[in-house]
């Protein structure tokens, strides 16, 4: 099981839990959640504010003065605090150029995953987004946190990096109904090992999806 997978010539490492990086002409994180130092980031993605998803601790190992900040607009009141980096807030349905990176908010929120009775955790009008990024050609859609919504059939991207733990998220089994709509040539499960789920989940979903899936092994 490898830490890295290379889609063409974009390579995309599992940091654990939800957190990627995705590195061709530039160096890209999503939800950086206790990793180890890296590169510096010349873009970094975050999902919602979540501290699992949005971790002050953890943008400052890896953002520079030169870092551009794409986040989900309830992630302001935190990345105040960070101090560095050129923030751009951003709702579902935006699409923004960063640096020859093509990045679309999507969608992401839940229907029958609750806190407590009819409330969710992750509402659609919270704002919380997932993300296709488009680099090298190649498109990668990151679903955050989120079950299977009708929206995800207007997304198209080569790999789905797609949680499976359920819980907060969608199930192994729900992971499989979204890549059947998604149909991307490489699905890559996530959301486990860290807050809830383990890697039978990701196992389970790929004995489940009839599709390409890879499983990487966290990196460190």
Not at 2 to 12: A, C, P, S
Not at 80 to 101: A, T, W
Not at 120 to 127: A, S
Not at 128 to 142: D, N
Request: charged letters at 25%; a neutral charge; one cysteine or more.
């Amino acid at each position: 099981m490898e830490m890295t997978y290379r889609y063409k010539d974009v390579e995309i490492t599992w940091l654990g839990h939800d957190a990627y990086l995705i590195k061709k002409d530039k160096t890209i994180y999503i939800d950086p959640y206790k990793i180890s130092s890296g590169p510096p980031a010349d873009i970094v993605l975050i999902t919602h504010d979540h501290f699992d998803h949005l971790s002050l601790d953890d943008l400052k190992k890896i953002t520079t003065d030169k870092t551009t900040i794409v986040a989900a607009k309830n992630c302001e009141h935190e990345l105040k605090k960070l101090g560095k980096g050129n923030v751009k807030y951003v709702s579902p349905g935006d699409s923004l150029q960063v640096e020859g990176v093509q990045v679309k908010a999507v969608h992401a929120y839940n229907v029958n995953k609750f806190r407590e009775p009819g409330k969710v955790f992750h509402p659609r009008e919270y704002g919380g987004v997932g993300y296709v990024v488009t680099v090298g050609g190649v498109s990668i859609y990151h679903a955050g946190d989120t079950d299977f919504i009708p929206e995800m059939k207007d997304v198209k991207a080569d790999v789905a990096l797609l949680p499976v733990s359920g819980t907060y998220v969608m199930t192994a089994s729900e992971a499989v109904e979204a890549a059947n709509v998604l149909k991307p040539a490489v699905a890559i499960p996530m959301h486990y090992g860290a807050i809830v789920g383990s890697e039978r989940d990701a196992e389970q979903f790929k004995s489940l999806y009839k599709g390409e899936t890879v499983i990487l092994r966290k990196q460190g």
